[in-house]
């Protein structure tokens, strides 16, 4: 009998991260997924995050950001914010509930005593199968992750977050330099080749 096309698939998917040198790091290293390099190479470039930092995690499930986070940040505080459940990691304090809830900024808040050193968000929408829908529904999570900071961030503070290259990328690029003094992009080389991903490092809030 014919294996499906979505087996077919999926035993590819299986290949490649078998093959995937981040991958195999990130088991051999214990860290929950790949992406975890992400953060090392971001924080590497731009050297935002410190022991003392109060630092966002959005959309953390598995919590492979937040791993990495709480390995820095020993004299601060960390929380971790997703919808889907999450594992427990020492050090940081899970949230489960939507960002764009209004009592959820007001809880974050209330936990860090008042406003973060640090947004971070690798949150991506759940995938169709149509990539340029897919990339339209992530950077509109962008976007409102964007708006979202600038009510939970000190001035000088800093977010990074994941962005597609698609139709509305200039929008969100615009958005971004609208909302922050410094915005830089970089691709980690633990990024896919294949992968239309880039992120944003943006810092300094604007001020009417």
């Not at 339209?136 to 600038?150: D, P, Y």
């Amino acid at each position: 009998m014919k294996k499906s096309k979505r087996t077919k698939k999926s035993n590819s998917w299986k290949i490649k991260q078998h093959r995937d040198q981040f991958f195999k790091k990130s088991k051999i290293l214990g860290y929950r997924s790949r992406a975890s390099f992400k953060l090392i190479e971001l924080n590497e470039k731009f050297k935002f995050i410190k022991n003392n930092s109060k630092l966002l995690d959005l959309g953390s499930s598995p919590g492979g950001w937040s791993q990495v986070a709480s390995k820095i940040i020993t004299q601060g505080k960390i929380i971790a914010l997703d919808i889907k459940s999450m594992k427990p990691i020492k050090n940081v304090n899970f949230i489960k509930r939507d960002i764009f809830e209004e009592e959820t900024k007001q809880i974050i808040l209330n936990f860090f005593q008042g406003k973060l050193d640090i947004v971070i968000s690798d949150m991506a929408a759940d995938t169709t199968g149509n990539k340029s829908l897919d990339s339209i529904r992530t950077n509109q999570l962008c976007s409102e992750a964007i708006e979202f900071s600038t009510k939970i961030l000190k001035p000088t503070g800093v977010f990074v977050t994941k962005l597609f290259m698609g139709d509305d990328f200039e929008e969100v690029k615009d958005l971004a330099k609208k909302t922050f003094k410094v915005v830089n992009f970089f691709k980690p080389d633990s990024s896919r080749v294949e992968s239309k991903e880039t992120y944003l490092h943006c810092k300094i809030l604007k001020t009417l």
